[in-house]
């Protein structure tokens, strides 16, 4: 089953190539747009506001450039039954190994009442195991503005760069009644 992501998210892109997504605006859903099994996908100029969880969730894709976007004002949530992460990835329902990814020019703003998670690249699969790990990963040239420790968060990958991101701490931003300085985590 594809779980209740697929009905609570704006989009849903699943099992595609060569899709581009660009100049849209997504807000008032759950999540943005959901990225799973899929190949060689743009993720280009879009806004991204207003949302309940996460603004891209992305599973098992192979080929992804997310750049010129604009992330900001997430809805959060009072209470640990629900987070929200601007950009999140995870491993859970596929067997396709996520690479080659790059997150370029974007920019992620949290308001001055919640805070989020901004870029968490996760990948429960390849913990120990790096034959599974997430390969060619680059996030550059981005603005983080957010309350949240989670900054940056690439786990269980190589071949990671990192560079030219401003990390800034919006000390009103919070998650749970607590506020962090965002940090970089690899």
């Given at each position: 089953g594809e779980g209740p992501s697929s009905w609570q998210a704006a989009g849903f892109i699943r099992e595609s190539r060569d899709v581009e997504v660009s100049g849209n605006h997504f807000s008032n859903y759950v999540h943005g747009l959901y990225l799973r099994d899929s190949y060689d996908i743009v993720f280009e100029d879009n806004d991204v506001t207003q949302l309940q969880a996460d603004g891209l969730r992305i599973e098992g894709?192979?080929?992804?450039?997310?750049?010129g976007n604009d992330f900001y004002d997430f809805l959060g949530s009072p209470n640990s039954l629900n987070h929200d992460d601007m950009i999140q990835m995870f491993a859970m329902n596929t067997d396709i190994i996520s690479r080659d990814i790059e997150i370029i020019g974007n920019t992620f703003v949290a308001n001055d009442e919640v805070a989020s998670q901004t870029i968490f690249l996760g990948n429960e699969k390849g913990?120990?195991?790096?034959?599974?790990?997430?390969?060619?990963i680059t996030i550059k040239d981005n603005v983080i503005y957010n309350g949240h420790l989670s900054g940056i968060r690439v786990s269980d990958a190589r071949n990671v760069v990192v560079e030219n991101n401003t990390v800034l701490w919006n000390q009103s931003a919070t998650l749970e009644g607590q506020n962090?300085?965002?940090a970089i985590f690899m």
């Amino acid at each position: 089953g594809e779980g209740p992501s697929s009905w609570q998210a704006a989009g849903f892109i699943r099992e595609s190539r060569d899709v581009e997504v660009s100049g849209n605006h997504f807000s008032n859903y759950v999540h943005g747009l959901y990225l799973r099994d899929s190949y060689d996908i743009v993720f280009e100029d879009n806004d991204v506001t207003q949302l309940q969880a996460d603004g891209l969730r992305i599973e098992g894709v192979q080929g992804l450039r997310i750049e010129g976007n604009d992330f900001y004002d997430f809805l959060g949530s009072p209470n640990s039954l629900n987070h929200d992460d601007m950009i999140q990835m995870f491993a859970m329902n596929t067997d396709i190994i996520s690479r080659d990814i790059e997150i370029i020019g974007n920019t992620f703003v949290a308001n001055d009442e919640v805070a989020s998670q901004t870029i968490f690249l996760g990948n429960e699969k390849g913990q120990f195991k790096p034959e599974y790990f997430t390969e060619n990963i680059t996030i550059k040239d981005n603005v983080i503005y957010n309350g949240h420790l989670s900054g940056i968060r690439v786990s269980d990958a190589r071949n990671v760069v990192v560079e030219n991101n401003t990390v800034l701490w919006n000390q009103s931003a919070t998650l749970e009644g607590q506020n962090h300085p965002p940090a970089i985590f690899m």
